[in-house]
């Protein structure tokens, strides 16, 4: 089953002098269960996509579902994890994890305990009490996707979650991020400059043209569903799509 729907999506930005046209005529699927990637160049739309599939901005024409429902403004069905971990240092990591809850007035006994049970299983329940500058860049994503799952969205969109780290511990976060999303059952769209990144969390990869922003191609990666971020990266197969992807952005 199709969980997000993007049909025929285009969008021209306006100004007082001229007009630009980001994305045109784009369509493409994500199924229930799937981690989507996508990559482009520069300024090719990636992150727009994400404002437009959570209701963020409006395309000029075409249309977006999740699942029958059609996107028109944003959704507690949507979960939109961002660049930066957006945590409020004055907060505990507790209530940061909450914050979501409050904003979308879904705070209750039931919601509270589910965030409490995902805190102590993803290994934050010693941290709860502390606050965002006492944790790792890693440890702070993590509570940025916590907080995101917080809600039971039913698909999470995620815009390079992993840029502002450095390599070693990126590898890491993105451990965390495909392990919890795949222990939670969720659905993801994530938009990445990262090749090596797309390859080893997802399971297609849709490559866009430069702005504006249309479809080129979609991969379809097979690798053994078990198999982590890191150890696909040990795959044989892992350095055939890296060069697919090239070819494709090139």
Not at 97 to 108: A, D, P, S
Not at 171 to 189: G, M, N, P
Not at 242 to 249: A, I, K, N, T
Request: glycine share 6%; proline share 4%; aromatic share 8%.
């Amino acid at each position: 089953m199709n969980l997000l729907t993007i049909s025929g999506v285009s969008l021209t930005y306006h100004s007082k002098t001229n007009e630009t046209l980001a994305l045109d005529n784009l369509s493409f699927d994500v199924k229930d269960g799937e981690f989507v990637s996508i990559v482009g160049p520069s300024g090719c739309g990636k992150t727009t996509i994400l404002s437009l599939a959570s209701g963020l901005i409006k395309p000029t024409s075409g249309e977006i579902f999740v699942a029958d429902t059609k996107v028109t403004r944003p959704s507690s069905k949507i979960g939109y994890m961002f660049q930066r971990d957006n945590l409020f240092e004055w907060l505990t990591i507790q209530k940061n994890v909450l914050l979501g809850l409050e904003i979308l007035h879904k705070k209750n006994k039931q919601t509270e305990a589910y965030a409490y049970e995902l805190i102590k299983k993803y290994g934050l329940n010693s941290f709860e009490k502390h606050y965002p500058a006492e944790l790792s860049g890693g440890m702070r994503q993590r509570v940025a996707l916590i907080r995101t799952l917080a809600s039971r969205p039913e698909i999470l969109l995620l815009d390079e979650p992993c840029s502002a780290l450095d390599y070693q511990t990126r590898l890491v976060v993105q451990e965390d991020i495909w392990s919890i999303i795949r222990q939670e059952k969720k659905t993801a769209l994530l938009v990445t400059h990262d090749i090596s990144e797309a390859i080893s969390m997802s399971d297609k990869i849709i490559v866009l043209t430069s702005r504006p922003g249309r479809v080129k191609t979609i991969i379809d990666l097979n690798f053994d569903k078990s198999l982590s971020p890191f150890e696909r990266r040990k795959q044989p197969e892992f350095s055939k799509y890296f060069d697919m992807v090239w070819r494709e952005l090139i």
